[in-house]
C-alpha cells in the first residue's frame, strides 16, 4: 500500500519555460511511480528496485494547490502547469485516490492551463474537464497568440512494440492501448502529440522501428513528435543505469557489449549518435508532415 504523506507546496515554479514542454509550473500529486520503468529518471536509492513500494500520496495537496494557484492567479501570473514532471499522474492508485482528477478540477477553477504528460490511458476518463480547461484558460501573454489552447496532452513512448514495452515500461498502459487513446484524444479534439523519449539504441531506434513508430503516431492524428535519445544514470542496482544494462544482458545479450561500451563510462550515447539521431528524427518529422514541436516555429505568421 502507499504511504500517506503531507506537503507543504505541490506546485512547482520552474525557472524558465522549456520549449518543448512549456511548463511554465509542474505538479506531482503523487512521489514514487508504480510504472517502474527501467530507464527513468527519478530512479534511484530513494525509491528502491520497484518504486511501487515506495510510492506516496500526498494527501493534503488539493488544498495547497488551492492555496498556491489562487495566490499566483491573484497576481495573474498564469502559465502552463505540467502534470507531472516527477511522476506519473495517471497511474493505478489514480482510479481510486482521484488526486490528479482533483488537481484539474482546481486548476479549472483557477483558470490555468494544463500540459497532461502521460504513459497512460486512464487520461480519457477526464476528457470533459481537459476540454473545459482547454476553452476557459487564460493564457501567458507572449503565448496567447501562437497557441490559443488551453490543454496539452502528450504520450510518452520509448518504442510503439508491446513487447519490448513490457521489459523497459512495465507497468504503464501498453503502448497498442497508448496509441488508440492517443487517437481518441486527437478525435475529441485536443491538441496531442508525442515525447518519443526516450529512444532505446539498437532496440526502438533502428531506422524501420522509427518508420514503423512515425507512421503509427501519424495514423493516430498526433499533431507534433518530441524525441530524444537515451540517458542513464547511477551505479547503484536501484539506478536507471543499472537496471537498463540487467535487462539488456537478460533480453538482449547480443547488445550487451555495445550498451557497456556507451554507457559504462558515460550517462549519454556519444555525440556523433545524438546528431545523426537529431537529423533522422528531423527527417521523419518532415516526412511524416508532423511538427518537432508543440508550437510550431511558423505559428505566430
Ligand atoms: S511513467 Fe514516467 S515517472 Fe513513471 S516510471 Fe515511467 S518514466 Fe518514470
Not at 224 to 245: I, R, W
Amino acid at each position: 500500500m502507499p504511504h500517506r504523506i503531507q506537503v507543504t507546496s505541490v506546485l512547482n515554479k520552474t525557472r524558465k519555460r522549456d520549449s518543448w514542454f512549456l511548463d511554465d509550473y509542474t505538479i506531482n500529486m503523487y512521489s514514487g511511480c508504480s510504472f517502474n520503468c527501467l530507464f527513468c529518471y527519478i530512479r534511484g536509492s530513494k525509491y528502491g528496485e520497484n518504486m511501487t513500494a515506495a510510492l506516496s500520496i500526498k494527501e493534503n495537496a488539493i488544498d495547497i494547490l488551492h492555496k498556491q494557484l489562487a495566490a499566483r492567479a491573484k497576481k495573474k501570473q498564469y502559465g502552463f502547469i505540467v502534470v507531472s514532471s516527477a511522476t506519473e499522474p495517471y497511474l493505478h492508485f489514480e482510479q481510486e485516490e482521484l488526486l490528479t482528477q482533483k488537481a484539474l478540477e482546481v486548476i479549472l477553477h483557477h483558470r490555468f492551463p494544463v500540459h497532461i504528460i502521460t504513459r497512460s490511458d486512464l487520461v480519457a476518463r477526464d476528457f470533459d474537464l481537459l476540454a473545459e480547461i482547454d476553452n476557459k484558460a487564460i493564457l501567458p501573454a507572449d503565448l496567447a497568440l501562437t497557441l490559443q489552447r488551453g490543454t496539452i496532452i502528450t504520450f510518452s513512448f520509448s518504442t510503439t512494440d508491446d513487447t519490448i514495452a513490457h521489459v523497459f515500461e512495465p507497468g504503464a498502459t501498453l503502448p497498442s492501448k497508448r496509441l488508440q487513446t492517443l487517437n481518441a484524444t486527437v478525435q475529441r479534439g485536443f491538441l496531442s502529440g508525442v515525447s518519443l523519449m526516450p529512444l532505446l539504441p539498437y532496440i526502438s531506434d533502428t531506422a524501420a522501428h522509427l518508420d514503423e513508430m512515425f507512421g503509427s503516431f501519424k495514423t493516430a492524428g498526433a499533431k507534433y513528435v518530441l524525441p530524444a535519445t537515451l540517458t542513464l544514470f547511477g551505479s547503484a542496482p536501484a539506478d536507471s543505469k543499472q537496471l537498463v544494462l540487467r535487462a539488456i544482458d537478460k533480453h538482449y545479450p547480443h547488445l550487451s557489449a555495445k550498451y557497456r561500451q556507451f554507457f559504462g563510462t558515460s550517462n549519454e550515447m556519444p555525440g556523433y549518435y545524438r546528431q545523426a539521431f537529431h537529423t533522422k528524427a528531423t527527417a521523419l518529422c518532415k516526412q511524416y508532415g508532423i511538427s518537432n514541436q508543440i508550437i510550431p516555429p511558423d505559428a505566430a505568421t
